[in-house]
């Protein structure tokens, strides 16, 4: 790439490597930023075959797959390497013509290939079989040398990861676990989700940390609320209580009233007293009383 970026002027060579610098740095994490600066660098140096493959790259990433392999045919012809043909035979299945893009590996680029590209060509094959419903095909493009090595190589574990899915996707379940085992041993890196895919097929569950502390949380506020109302609910049974005593304090009361009832010793506070006074005692005291008024009048006159 930089003998490429040396036949520009010092100036825009800087300013184009800037821009692909960017789009190797945010392709994975960050596809669409990654496209916006490769859109960047194909305006200031459309020429230039590393500028194309990496507006590919970027596109492919973005999905954009029609203009993609557009790009990636450019660099073709600028270089005439065919190193990318096993992602052009990929954009071919992106665009749904999955039968081109078994056509093409069985071209003789293919042949020209390294190993790694030889390899990447059969993933592409299988998955254009799966494209069109034959899973069986799918499952005998990858039984191969490669496959069947005990050797890791860089493209080991992803080989092994295509060749279990598509044994599950086959019903082939006992196989389908035992690949994905395989494939576990072979990608110390965690580039594929093996681990997922064989505790799936096992029925196990993984719940993270961070969800099991959040339901911990929830349980705990409604304990906490549920002491909360507990607490209400005494404090109500008591102001209950304290209104059905400040109620039974002693009253005045009549026993000629057909309502009246005698209160029960146990049911009175000892400081209590109830006075019951007899209509025929008020009667006599006011006459008493009306007598004395009457002989203090005759006093006074005399």
């Known amino acids: 790439m930089r003998q490429e970026l040396l036949s520009l002027p010092k100036g825009l060579a800087e300013e184009v490597s800037r821009n692909l610098v960017m789009v190797a740095r945010l392709i994975d994490e960050d596809p669409e930023q990654s496209y916006a600066y490769a859109r960047i660098a194909l305006r200031l140096a459309s020429r ?40 052009m035979a990929d954009c071919e299945r992106g665009l749904g013509r999955p039968e081109r893009a078994l056509a093409m590996a069985g071209e003789p680029e293919v042949q020209k290939l390294d190993k790694a590209g030889q390899v990447e060509m059969r993933l592409v094959a299988a998955g254009a079989r799966r494209d069109m419903g034959e899973l069986d095909a799918a499952i005998v493009t990858l039984q191969s040398p490669e496959l069947a ?39 110390k890196d ?38 909360d109302d507990d607490q209400d609910d005494d404090q109500d049974e008591a102001e209950v209580a304290a209104a059905e005593r ?23 506070d000892a400081t209590d007293e109830i006075v019951v006074i007899e209509d025929d005692e008020r009667d006599d005291e006011r006459d008493e009383r009306d007598d004395r008024d009457e002989r203090d009048e005759r006093d006074d006159r005399v």
């Open 149 to 187: 090595s005990s050797a890791v190589q860089p493209w080991t574990a992803r080989l092994r990861y295509a060749y279990a899915d598509a044994l599950l996707a086959a019903g082939r379940e006992d196989e389908a676990r035992e690949w994905f085992a395989k494939t576990l041993e072979a990608d």
């Open 246 to 268: 400040a109620g039974d304090q002693a009253e005045y009361y009549d026993e000629d009233d057909d309502e009246y009832e005698p209160v029960e010793d146990s049911d009175v």
């Open 48 to 87: 230039v075959a590393a500028v194309r493959e990496a507006a590919g790259f970027a596109a492919y990433a973005t999905q954009k797959y029609s203009e993609a392999l557009a790009e990636f045919r450019a660099a073709k012809r600028m270089t005439g390497s065919v190193e990318l043909w096993p992602v």
């Open 190 to 227: 965690g580039a594929t989700d093996a681990s997922d895919r064989l505790a799936e097929i096992d029925g196990v569950e993984f719940v993270d940390a961070a969800t099991l502390a959040e339901n911990a949380n929830d349980d705990a506020d409604a304990d906490f609320d549920d002491e």
